[in-house]
């Protein structure tokens, strides 16, 4: 059974930090992009942040400065390094997974930036 458990959401204030962590396992094949999509109340899902096998990541402008995305693939493991958290950060965050065949996205970590 595959799963993406993921962890790190909270309540935070403008300007604060959180890290998200994501682990995938039972995943048959190689997991080639590994990373953090989000989506906001009353908008579609979008890309925040993925990074290939290679190493070689993709940011969403808005987030490019602020957020960091790592992995360890060994553990097939993808964190998120937010900082500078602003209003419109508040989403859930969900982990994504694509192997060569298939995509798995995570349940979803609720972030919410409020003063």
């Known amino acids: 059974q595959v799963q993406l458990v993921e962890s790190g959401g909270d309540l935070v204030q403008p300007g604060g930090s959180l890290r998200l962590s994501c682990t995938a396992s039972g995943i048959r094949f190689s997991i080639n992009v590994m990373g953090w999509y989000r989506q906001a109340p009353g908008k579609s899902r979008e890309l925040v942040a993925i990074m290939g096998s290679d190493g070689s990541t993709n940011y969403a402008d808005s987030v490019k400065g602020r957020f960091t995305i790592s992995r360890e693939n060994a553990k097939n493991t993808v964190y998120l390094q937010m900082n500078s958290l602003k209003l419109e950060d508040t989403a859930v965050y969900y982990c994504?997974?694509?192997?060569?065949?298939?995509?798995?996205w995570g349940q979803g970590t609720q972030v919410t930036v409020s003063s």
């Open positions: 994504y997974a694509r192997t060569r065949n298939d995509r798995y």
